[in-house]
């Protein structure tokens, strides 16, 4: 008798199909591709449209990677902005009651922020756009050269040929 073949919705055929690896492969570099973008845009408008102003430390968050403080500062039109600024020079380490000057932009004074000591950010964009660019290419590569393998891998496993 014949073995029954599985179906191809269980995970073990599709975990070991190549177009999953394709899909997140995908994923992986648009997620690249748009954080490189939002980047860009953000230094264009700073470096464009961007205002100076003086700054406070309300708050200091050292949390590795995660770092941030909380500043505030009146912008050209009168408005008090309390904001979060991730982009803020860490050397000398922060302390509240610091003065800081920031640049910011009009259009949205409390999301697009930065410390003027950090200078333009072009080089996260390019890193985000060589990531990205790169991880889609070798990828895609690495998949088109070994596709009939891992197709080959999910055939065996719903046959129950597999060994693993």
């Given at each position: 008798?014949?073995?029954?073949?599985?179906?191809?919705?269980?995970?073990?055929?599709?975990?070991?199909?190549?177009?999953?690896?394709?899909?997140?492969?995908?994923?992986?570099?648009?997620?690249?591709?748009?954080?490189?973008?939002?980047?860009?845009?953000?230094?264009?408008?700073?470096?464009?449209?961007?205002?100076?102003?003086?700054?406070?430390?309300?708050?200091?968050?050292?949390?590795?990677?995660?770092?941030y403080v909380v500043?505030?500062?009146?912008?050209?039109?009168?408005?008090?902005?309390?904001?979060q600024i991730t982009?803020?020079?860490?050397?000398?380490?922060?302390?509240?009651?610091?003065?800081?000057?920031?640049?910011?932009?009009?259009?949205?004074?409390?999301?697009?922020?930065?410390?003027?000591?950090?200078?333009?950010?072009?080089?996260?964009?390019?890193?985000?756009?060589?990531?990205?660019a790169a991880l889609?290419?070798?990828?895609?590569?690495?998949?088109?050269?070994?596709?009939?393998?891992?197709?080959?891998?999910?055939?065996?496993?719903?046959?129950?040929?597999?060994?693993?």
């Amino acid at each position: 008798m014949p073995n029954r073949l599985r179906s191809r919705w269980l995970p073990g055929y599709w975990l070991r199909h190549p177009l999953l690896s394709l899909v997140v492969l995908l994923f992986a570099a648009v997620g690249l591709l748009l954080l490189g973008i939002d980047s860009a845009y953000r230094t264009h408008r700073l470096n464009t449209y961007g205002v100076h102003a003086a700054a406070t430390v309300l708050e200091v968050h050292g949390l590795g990677q995660n770092s941030y403080v909380v500043a505030s500062f009146t912008t050209a039109d009168g408005h008090h902005v309390v904001t979060q600024i991730t982009d803020y020079y860490w050397n000398p380490r922060p302390r509240v009651g610091d003065a800081a000057t920031v640049l910011y932009d009009p259009a949205s004074p409390d999301a697009i922020v930065r410390d003027v000591r950090i200078g333009d950010d072009h080089l996260t964009a390019w890193v985000g756009f060589g990531l990205g660019a790169a991880l889609g290419s070798g990828g895609a590569v690495f998949l088109w050269r070994t596709w009939s393998m891992w197709r080959e891998n999910a055939e065996d496993w719903r046959s129950g040929r597999h060994f693993a």
